[in-house]
């Protein structure tokens, strides 16, 4: 069984930067989209950032300019660099990809999260 596990999230204050990592393991065959949700109190889960095999990257508007995602596929690994960070980013993120584990379909796969909390 296939797991994503996430890492750097924190408290850090406004205008300040953080760097996410999410590493894929277990039994994978093949991975297609790596990608950053969050979800903030309240609010649905949304979709921040993705990277698909083929480099096409897409970032939700707000954090355009702000954030980078990058992916080191034989790492099984994805990042998000997160900078000029507003009280808005506040929310928990969530790893998610798109994989072939030991099965013949790709399924969604999801990490633990982890807390980003940006002060003002």
């Known amino acids: 069984q296939a797991q994503l596990v996430e890492s750097g999230g924190g408290l850090v204050q406004a205008g300040g930067s953080l760097r996410l990592s999410c590493v894929a393991s277990g039994a994978i065959l093949a991975i297609n989209e790596m990608g950053w949700y969050r979800q903030a109190p309240g609010n649905e889960r949304e979709s921040v950032a993705y990277?698909?095999?083929?480099?096409?990257?897409d970032y939700k508007d707000s954090v355009k300019g702000r954030f980078t995602i990058s992916r080191d596929n034989a790492k099984k690994t994805v990042y998000l660099q997160m900078e000029s960070l507003k009280p808005e980013d506040t929310a928990v993120y969530y790893c998610h990809a798109i994989l072939q584990d030991d099965s013949i379909y790709f399924d969604d796969y999801w990490g633990q999260g982890t807390q980003v909390t940006v002060s003002s």
């Open positions: 990277i698909l095999n083929d480099g096409t990257i």
